[in-house]
């Protein structure tokens, strides 16, 4: 079992709908969760960093954490044209200080206007 | 805003020869990665470095991988003899302390013929 499964799409929705995108994991140990936008050839910009469960609300976006489910999902609303992109789910485990990210495949995200 | 900086942008190198991936980290970050990702596929985790040393490494950082901090500033990654699987974009990521999230630069893609 992979440790980070992400749909890899591609997803296409019209302007000003609201977006889902979700990731699974297997890793009972990761505390630390992050989404990451990634436009074709750039590097990934981070979105949304949550610790443990819970939700995280900044501006358009919500991140949601179910630790019993091992399942965490971003919510675009009102979503854009300029919100195409890659978006990246990725996680990591307090175990030392320097730990590193694992990251999902990346949903392919298209917002056609 | 503060930014993690990479140079070159684009490598193309021969088969066998010795290439070096340069990255400024955000100047107060304490915490410095390494990750690449071949096209199509994941992000994927090289080594992390901290207090000048290597903290953590994957499968894939074999000999053939260095890294170093020479000054205050720069981290490089070094490939000693490129092979074909070596092609791929290469990211330097920096954080600040334990349990923040990474930063990622733009990447280096570099093409191996």
């Known amino acids: 079992q992979k440790e980070v499964e992400q749909d890899p799409g591609p997803l296409s929705v019209p302007e000003g709908a609201i977006v889902s995108l979700n990731c699974t994991y297997s890793?009972?140990?990761?505390?630390?969760f992050m989404w990451y936008r990634q436009y074709s050839r750039k590097g990934p910009e981070l979105l949304m960093y949550?610790?443990?469960?819970g939700n995280k609300e900044d501006g358009r976006f919500t991140a949601q954490v179910d630790k019993s489910s091992k399942y965490i999902s971003l919510f675009i609303r009102d979503s854009q044209p300029s919100d195409s992109a890659t978006y990246l789910c990725?996680?990591?485990?307090?175990?030392?200080?320097?730990?590193?990210?694992?990251f999902g495949k990346g949903t392919r995200l298209s917002v056609i206007a | 805003e503060p930014e993690v900086t990479q140079t070159p942008s684009h490598q193309v190198t021969q088969m066998g020869q010795e290439v070096i991936l340069r990255c400024v980290p955000i100047?107060?970050?304490?915490?410095f990665y390494w990750y690449r990702q071949i096209l199509g596929q994941k992000v994927e985790f090289l080594v992390s470095?901290?207090?000048?040393?290597?903290?953590?490494k994957s499968e894939i950082f074999d000999d053939q991988f260095s890294v170093e901090r020479p000054d205050g500033s720069n981290f490089t990654l070094k490939i000693r003899s490129t092979k074909l699987e070596d092609s791929a974009m290469y990211f330097c990521?920096?954080?600040?302390?334990?349990?923040?999230?990474?930063?990622f630069g733009p990447g280096t893609r570099l093409l191996v013929l």
């Open positions: 890793n009972s140990a990761f505390q630390y």
């Open positions: 990521a920096s954080r600040r302390l334990a349990g923040e999230t990474q930063y």
């Open positions: 470095f901290y207090n000048n040393e290597i903290s953590e």
């Open positions: 949550t610790y443990s469960s």
């Open positions: 100047s107060n970050h304490l915490y």
């Open positions: 990725a996680m990591s485990s307090p175990r030392s200080g320097n730990t590193p990210l694992v």
